[in-house]
């Protein structure tokens, strides 16, 4: 695949051991952009950009090897069942951070599943539509030898014809009155393989993406999808190597009327996003 396919699809299933959070519970209102979305719809925003374009990049321009995967990884300290489910578990997730981006994570399958986490949220992000920010975000999450060359597939597939077609302006910014939406928020994430110097972790995600405002084309919307991101141990932490997606799982849709435009937007603007850790 190259960059910019915009035709690839999410699902998957989640598993095991995963990271749980309580997501706020819907407000009714008027409906947002028009109709109530369908139980299932063909594409969204995200989905058709805010995720794919990052991760058919990541797959086309930095699939590199990582060493022999061994099976997943055996059950870790303490009793299941032991903690809250949202609690995190095990040791301290994250030392420091690289900017907004968590880094630091130690050294074993929970420190590869929370920085495999964190960096679907960052990979997700509406920063990742601006070149400065984009670059930042590659730089401090991805294997050192394969940033280059994904940096220039991405910028290739960020273009100005495909902002128009999102409704943004050629930088990335949205137009006046507008607010963009672009958020990978995980659901949960299990191991598949792990070794002492790689890993393969799978994060179970629901995307927001559109434009909140008057007038807007590309209401905001919702989309499920698990990513796969083989990550390899550089430096002294976790860094992604590549990234492949799938559709799903995607639940029933429940009955929640969607928000009017302006409540939407200052949801985004006053609701902060997360850390996530294992």
């Given at each position: 695949m190259s960059p910019g396919d915009e035709h690839d699809s999410f699902g998957g299933v989640g598993g095991s051991g995963q990271t749980r959070t309580r997501l706020p519970e819907g407000n009714s209102g008027d409906v947002y952009g028009g109709a109530r979305r369908p139980v299932r719809s063909s594409r969204s925003l995200l989905t058709v950009v805010g995720v794919v374009v990052v991760l058919v990049g990541a797959i086309?321009?930095?699939?590199?090897?990582?060493?022999?995967?061994?099976?997943?990884?055996?059950?870790?300290?303490?009793?299941?069942?032991?903690?809250?489910?949202?609690?995190a578990t095990g040791v301290r997730p994250v030392s420091g951070k690289n900017g907004r981006i968590p880094t630091g994570y130690a050294h074993d399958d929970q420190g590869a599943q929370s920085a495999a986490t964190n960096y679907a949220v960052a990979l997700g992000s509406a920063e990742m539509f601006q070149d400065g920010p984009r670059e930042d975000i590659v730089r401090a999450i991805h294997d050192p030898a394969v940033v280059d060359d994904l940096l220039k597939g991405l910028d290739a597939s960020y273009s100005a014809e495909l902002m128009s077609g999102m409704g943004l302006n050629k930088d990335g910014t949205p137009p006046t009155g507008n607010t963009f939406v672009s958020r990978a928020v995980p659901i949960g994430a299990k191991v598949v393989d792990y070794t002492e110097t790689s890993a393969t972790v799978e994060v179970w995600c629901v995307g927001l993406g559109g434009l909140a405002g008057a007038g807007s084309t590309k209401p905001v919307t919702s989309t499920w999808f698990t990513i796969s991101e083989k990550l390899k141990w550089v430096g002294g932490d976790w860094r992604?190597?590549?990234?492949?997606?799938?559709?799903?799982?995607?639940?029933?849709?429940?009955?929640?009327?969607a928000s009017m435009a302006d409540e939407m937007a200052e949801a985004v603007e006053v609701y902060g996003g997360f850390t996530y850790a294992r």
């Open positions: 086309a321009l930095a699939n590199r090897g990582g060493g022999d995967p061994a099976d997943a990884a055996g059950p870790r300290a303490g009793t299941p069942g032991d903690s809250a489910p949202t609690a992604v190597q590549s990234v492949s997606q799938r559709e799903g799982p995607t639940p029933v849709n429940g009955d929640n009327r």
